[in-house]
């Protein structure tokens, strides 16, 4: 009896790490900071990395961003919807002033800090499939994966 169940955390264990190998972007990737490359696409965080360490969210699917092609960024954060304007060149972003639903979201919400992170990036870059967003001043860096899916509803305000 105690043999299947070391046999099943085994497979479980290998099928976890062959997974993370799997989705780990490339570091000897080739880098684009095409804008064409970021915009259009939905975007899902999947985390931070500061000098100060690491975080991410626990439900990556509620926090999205997505750059469309006419200079709006929808961001859906947590509880929240943002909308700001953006501009975007050869590795250079800027969001401008916001607009959003402004809920308070239950704790452990990490929207507050996305919200920030994101609308104060000032550089951008793909590699392997991510979109990476740069914080101002070596503050860090966010990585995205492309989104599944958008929310099913349209918030166009």
Sequence with gaps: MTRLPRTLAALAAAT????????????????STSPAAAVGTNWEWRGTATPRGEYEPTVARTYQLRLRSDGVAH????CNFVRARYEISDGRIK???LSTSRQGCAPPSLGDVFISDVT??????????YLYLALPGDAGQMRFVPAPFWPPYDWTW
């Design 95 to 97: 969001f401008g002033p």
């Design 120 to 129: 104060r990036s000032d550089a951008f870059y793909l590699q392997s499939g």
């Design 75 to 78: 961001i859906e954060s947590d």
């Design 16 to 31: 976890a790490l062959l997974a993370a190998c799997a989705t780990a972007p490339d570091p000897g990737a080739a880098r």
